[in-house]
């Protein structure tokens, strides 16, 4: 009898600080409780969610995390892979269904294998989208979706700027923006005009040449993916009903927050997706699949890495200038 696997490959990171805690290493297997799914991982996402775990900042984001290091060491969010086996109180999902989610702060999603409760994020991944497009859907698209539909109520025709549209976010909020009717400005260096012109942007405007906070226009959304501009720098481009909506919290855009809710028709807003209930995230994910479908949505993947070289997968993500997305594609 063939003797069944009980280690897997997985990243550990034992102490928050750079990528110098980064090692690769032979775990023990998760076994599935009642509730649980095991899935044999394809692919899995590095994102920025990763660099807040790496780092341990911002230090309010330790309350959840991990105080002095990261609760669950093994990082990443989303995946893609095939479930090889279920607990006995699973009944949504059996042994061989493709799946596809994202763990959100229990991380744990570099490795081999996941176990995954069925009340958590995990779907049936749809024919047309590969492992590696999959595990991307629970960042930038899920998180733009939020942003755009759920916070700042986007309509057809409004005019929307997304500053950032060649990241993980951008990238999906400029196609879901076009998706929703709207007039979309992108946001981004010069190099990157060609690809965001390809996702449907009606505008651009490159950041080394021209501050768009000096723009002419005015809009009605303001989407600053990665909350390099403010609310008062924005508020003059902004429609008199307009919202800065941006997913990067820091003091500034908590004042803005607090202060634009008090008083004027313009706000700042902000939210974190991942404190949403899963049964929720999971809606985002239905109405994602079928933008996917019909708009023909793309999925950007700067690079892919085995998982041997996870921790310079994390290194380049750390840096600030990924296009797009990043995945690890294991067991293949
Ligand atoms: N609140 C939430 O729910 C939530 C959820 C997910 C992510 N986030 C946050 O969202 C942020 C964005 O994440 P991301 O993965 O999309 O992107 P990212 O890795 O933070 O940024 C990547 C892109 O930003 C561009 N960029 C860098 N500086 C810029 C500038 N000054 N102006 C315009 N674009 C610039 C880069 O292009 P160049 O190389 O050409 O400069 C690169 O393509 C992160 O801070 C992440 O933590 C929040």
Known sequence: MKAQNTTMKAVHVNGYGSTEHISIKQLKKPIA????????????????????????KPYFARLIIGLRRPKHPIPGTGYSGVIESVG???????????????????????????????????????????????????DGPVTSYNFLKLIGNIKPGQKVLINGASGALGTAAVQIAKSF???????????????????????????????????????DLIFDTVGKSSYSLCKSILKTNGQYLSPVLNGRLLFDMFWTRLAGKKKAKFAAT???????????????????????????????????EAKSAHEYVNKGHKVGNIVIQLNR
């Open 33 to 56: 409780k009642d509730n649980e799914i095991i899935i044999k991982n394809f692919a899995a996402t590095v994102t920025r969610a990763d660099t807040m775990m790496l780092s341990g």
């Open 274 to 308: 991942g404190t949403k209930k899963p049964k929720d995230i999971n809606h985002i994910y239905q109405q994602l699949i079928k933008i996917y479908e019909q708009f023909e949505m793309k999925t950007i993947i700067d690079k892919t890495y085995p998982i041997e």
């Open 88 to 138: 006995k109180n699973v009944s949504l999902f059996n042994v061989g269904d493709l799946v596809f989610g994202e763990t959100i702060f229990n991380f744990s999603a570099n490795a081999e294998y996941i176990a995954i409760k069925e009340s958590e994020v995990i779907l049936h991944k749809p024919g047309f989208l590969t492992d590696d497009e999959a595990a991307t859907v629970g």
């Open 181 to 219: 009717g709207a007039e979309v400005t992108g946001v981004c260096s010069s190099k990157n005009i060609p690809l965001v012109k390809n996702l449907g942007a009606d505008h651009v405007i490159p950041y080394d040449i021209k501050s768009f906070e000096k723009s002419d226009e005015d809009y």
